[in-house]
């Protein structure tokens, strides 16, 4: 596509360079800033000042003023000119010569004492804009020498340059650009690359330097931009490779420029402009007689050999290129206006731009891109949001940028109808209002973009729905209540409710669903929902607990025996919550037991209400008809449990409640128990239910945690009632099976035998039970009895041996003997010691051994002695 990208400018009139003198040429120019100086063949340099102007128009235009002119006292034409604005000078190149001029006055630089300020026999020089010394009052050059096939790399000071490399070539360079180490040259046949630094070279393509002027030109970090056969303008980097399609231009170039994004060749009789990203031709200007072609920190300049002239970009290039969609080449042309519009308006150029490109793209279907661009121009999200009907909230005051970002009038504009398209479009939007509510983006419209994300959300039935209302988010509720209902997201309605503080309009809503009232299929645990919700509620359990619990009494009781403990919620009065459970018996009942079993409250009204609902629970079965064995079965098993493990209940209460049901001996036994009542308890056990093994079973739970002689006593006694049960009758009899109890009198004493006392046993056993029918318990007793023994001679032994030990450790700690003679009195009777045989009270006192004697007979309590002998 063609455009119009430059417009060609006047900057110094021929009249105003030469006046009258025709004769006088533009051999070369340098700008710096501001300053533009300009090279002639008569050895002159003018110097001269430009200024930007704007028309009334709107067209940027210059004024030129003639501040200087020098003459450089040579014959030959100046050649070549380059500025060091750091030591502000002018690197001259004039009859083979390099010499330095200082920038203001023009005058030629003197040789310092130590070193000269010229070099000799030049044809040609660069300056390396990509220094590697990191000197900023030093400049680095390339010269070309007319003599040697070589390149010189020389350090330029404020009044003086210092030869520092020498770097050899093959053929005659007639050509040089520089960029760090790397120098790209036009040989006689060929371009290379050489590294002055390790002398590494690469030959690019082959070239006649006689048929045509070789150009090497620098356009960025070590990248070049050269003339190649074929009129082609080709780009290489410092390894040697093209990363850039070339340029197609004429053959007849005699110079070129870069301008970002645009390459600017001149010829003979043109100016062409060609696109570094498509290399297609832009724009042709017409310029005649034109011979020198430069670009200056990004202003291009030309000059024919009478006046000069400079290339001003066209921002109305980017417009076009947007018209077109040609996205990518109006952000790079908009980058590469930067360094010539303030960077004030510049920023907010390239972020319209950015926004613009992303609509374009975003209208291509092309998300990713667009969310880029709409990301880096800091779009405001609701120009996007706006594009989709009735997403934004009714009470926003957004209106769209002017003058507009895009062309749609909204989605169905751009879709044309088709509903993938939309469906595609409305995805994105979700997945770009996802990411950026939560960012700097939705700065001052967060209620727009949640709003908007909710209705995406509720439409499109996405799972992020429920997070979004979980989190902390700010729905308008004036546009989502209706959109949630329309799309039946009560469930979603009801968190809305909840994050704006709305609690009860939450749970009426909630309610209606799980009661049918309402359709919504989010969750189908609902119910348990709500009583987890109002566990963690403190206003509202005592409000809608009866709901919850006529639904479902066990898991509507969660709300009372699930709560959290914490600091924000203080725990329910057991008391209270057992008051209102009253009408609930089943819950009642699951309360009660979340009391005693979990929380292992210690309240007497706590145990026995338990124990009395078990009860009630058990005679309401038993009086059925017919009775389901295993419900009753499960239910005794409960009552029976807390009877034996509870030490709280109010036993003689519930003994009455059950006084006259012969069903439940086995927990009226239990009572009996905890009432130290075991007399009754095993009479029931044994005469009354024959349950000889739960009469054990009896024995042990009610001897548990007591002592032995507790235990022994309780089986004692069941021996004892076995053994009343019946008349006393013959071994024989009771080992041919005559009688139950005498058998199972036999069987507890062979089971049990260690803990009965055997003697005691003897003596209450008939006479006419055999011994072989006793073997096993007595033999058990023998054994018992046999260990007992021994175990009390050892511990003896032990102690024997430890008191010996401790009177031996308490003699050897003295370290010394007790001294007692007929002038040392008793500390008892006061008389003196006849005999050597004393006794040591503590603390080494003696005394005779008749009154220590005598002493303990009076005393009720012993005292510890130690007996010891000594010697005078």
Not at 494 to 506: I, P, V
Request: charged share 25%; aromatic share 8%.
């Amino acid at each position: 596509m063609s455009v119009k990208a430059f417009e060609l400018v006047p900057a110094v009139e021929r009249d105003l360079l030469m006046g009258d003198k025709a004769r006088i040429n533009i051999e070369c120019i340098e700008c710096c800033g501001k300053h533009l100086y300009m090279g002639t063949n008569d050895c002159f340099i003018h110097h001269f000042l430009l200024d930007e102007v704007t028309s009334s128009k709107g067209k940027l235009g210059y004024s030129a003023q003639k501040l200087l002119h020098k003459y450089m006292g040579l014959k030959k034409p100046v050649a070549e000119l380059r500025a060091a604005s750091a030591l502000e000078r002018l690197i001259v190149l004039c009859d083979g010569i390099v010499f330095l001029v200082d920038m203001v006055t023009l005058e030629t630089v003197p040789s310092a004492a130590g070193g000269g300020a010229k070099i000799r026999g030049v044809t040609a020089f660069c300056i390396n804009e990509n220094p590697v010394n990191g000197d900023p009052f030093c400049v680095e050059m390339g010269v070309l020498s007319s003599k040697r096939r070589m390149v010189q790399i020389y350090m330029v000071y404020e009044d003086r340059v210092q030869l520092v490399k020498e770097v050899s070539t093959p053929e005659q360079p007639c050509a040089v650009s520089v960029d760090g180490y790397f120098l790209c040259l036009a040989l006689a046949t060929q371009y290379m690359i050489l590294n002055y630094n390790t002398g590494a070279s690469q030959d690019l393509f082959p070239y006649n330097s006689e048929g045509r002027r070789p150009i090497v030109k620098r356009i960025g970090r070590e990248e070049f931009l050269l003339a190649a056969p074929g009129g082609l303008g080709m780009f290489a980097n410092a390894e040697g490779v093209s990363q850039r399609a070339p340029v197609n231009w004429s053959e007849s170039v005699i110079g070129a420029a870069v301008c970002f994004p645009y390459v600017v060749a001149l010829d003979e009789s043109f100016i062409t402009i060609h696109s570094m990203l498509d290399q297609q031709l832009k724009q042709t200007l017409s310029f005649r007689d034109g011979h020198i072609l430069q670009d200056f920190e990004g202003k291009v300049i030309l000059a024919s050999t009478k006046a000069v002239y400079v290339l001003v970009p066209l921002p109305l290039e980017i417009q076009d290129l947007l018209a077109s969609h040609r996205v990518e080449e109006a952000l790079v042309l908009t980058e590469g206006a930067q360094q010539n519009i303030p960077k004030d308006k510049f920023q907010i150029l390239h972020k319209r731009i950015l926004q613009q490109a992303g609509f374009i793209q975003f209208g291509q279907l092309q998300f990713l891109e667009a969310k880029e661009h709409f990301r880096k121009g800091q779009l405001d999200v609701r120009e996007l949001i706006s594009l989709y009907p009735l997403l934004l909230p009714g009470s926003s005051s957004f209106t769209r940028c002017h003058p507009p970002l895009h062309e749609f009038a909204d989605l169905n504009h751009l879709a044309q109808g088709d509903q993938e398209t939309v469906l595609r479009c409305k995805k994105f939007l979700i997945t770009y209002l996802g990411e950026v509510r939560s960012t700097e983006v939705a700065n001052g419209c967060r209620e727009d973009v949640d709003t908007a994300l909710l209705k995406l959300y509720a439409e499109q039935d996405h799972d992020s729905l429920l997070d979004l209302l979980a989190s902390d988010n700010a729905c308008l509720l004036a546009d989502s209540v209706p959109w949630l209902e329309k799309y039946q997201k009560y469930f979603a309605l009801g968190l809305l409710y909840r994050s704006k503080g709305q609690d009860s309009a939450a749970l009426q809503l909630w309610i209606r669903v799980a009661d049918g009232d309402l359709q919504d299929s989010t969750r189908s645990d609902l119910y348990e929902y709500i009583v987890d919700f109002l566990c963690s509620s403190l206003d509202l359990v005592w409000k809608y607990a009866d709901w919850a619990l006529r639904k479902d009494p066990t898991i509507g009781v969660h709300i009372f025996t699930k709560r959290p403990a914490t600091k924000e919620l203080p725990e329910l009065n057991p008391d209270d919550v057992i008051s209102y459970l009253g009408k609930h018996s089943q819950a009642l009942l699951l309360y009660l037991e979340h009391l005693v079993l979990e929380r292992r409250i210690k309240k007497e009204k706590v145990h026995t209400h338990l124990a009395v609902l078990y009860l009630e629970e058990v005679l309401s079965l038993l009086s059925q008809s017919p009775a389901d064995e295993e419900q009753i079965s499960r239910a005794r098993e409960k009552l029976q449990s807390l009877l034996r493990e509870s030490n709280l209940y109010r036993a003689p209460f519930l003994l009455g409640k059950m006084e006259n049901c012969e069903q439940l001996l086995l927990e009226r036994a239990t009572l009996h128990g905890k009432l130290e009542e075991h007399d009754k308890a095993l009479h029931i056990l044994v005469h009354k239910l024959r349950d000889f093994t739960s009469a054990e079973a009896f024995c042990i739970w009610a001897s548990s945690c007591r002592d032995s002689a507790y235990q022994q006593q309780l089986f004692h006694l069941l021996l004892g009632v076995y053994l009343d049960g019946n008349p006393p009758g013959k071994a024989q009899a009771a080992a041919g099976g005559g009688g139950d109890l005498e058998m199972a009198a036999v069987d507890l004493l062979n089971r049990h035998g260690e803990v009965f006392d055997a003697v005691r046993v003897l003596r209450v056993l008939p006479e006419g039970w055999s011994l072989q029918l006793l073997r096993p318990f007595l033999g058990r007793a023998i054994r018992a009895s046999i260990h007992g023994c021994r175990t009390s001679q050892i511990a003896l032994g032990l102690a024997h041996s430890e008191n010996l030990q401790l009177l031996h450790d308490r003699l050897k700690d003295r370290k010394k003997p007790i001294f007692v003679s007929e002038k040392k009195g008793c500390h008892l009777c006061h008389n003196t010691f006849s005999e050597p045989d004393v006794v040591c009270l503590p603390g080494g006192v003696p005394v005779h051994t008749h009154c220590v004697a005598q002493r303990v007979r009076d005393s009720p309590t012993k005292r510890q002695l130690t007996n010891s002998s000594n010697h005078t």
